[in-house]
């Protein structure tokens, strides 16, 4: 049997750098995250927002369903806000059902 070390593992897979470096550009984040595709109007989000933040600063034009329905990756408890991080705020007509 052979032994592999982890280091090298992760050569072989590819993932050399894991651990030395992991610089993320802003710009793919953004674009990574999950959202519908009628959305035509965003927020960035700031340090310290929450859901409820973001709804508010848009004078209440939508609801909490509606915005989680709108931005799939942010999680129910709306915990996962990134700041700098662009999330859909309006949608196009039709719109998805939300």
Request: hydrophobic share 40%; with cysteine; charged share 10%.
């Amino acid at each position: 049997m052979v032994a592999i070390g982890f280091r090298s593992l992760l050569c072989i897979l590819g993932i050399a750098s894991l651990g030395t470096s992991a610089a993320v550009d802003p710009v793919d984040t953004i674009q990574a995250w999950q959202l519908t595709q009628y959305c035509n109007e965003f927020y960035t989000v700031i340090t310290g927002d929450t859901c409820w933040d973001i709804i508010t600063r848009n004078q209440n034009r939508f609801t909490m369903s509606q915005l989680l329905c709108w931005n799939t990756d942010i999680n129910p408890w709306c915990s996962n806000l990134i700041p700098g991080r662009q999330v859909c705020i309006g949608v196009q007509h039709p719109g998805p059902l939300c």
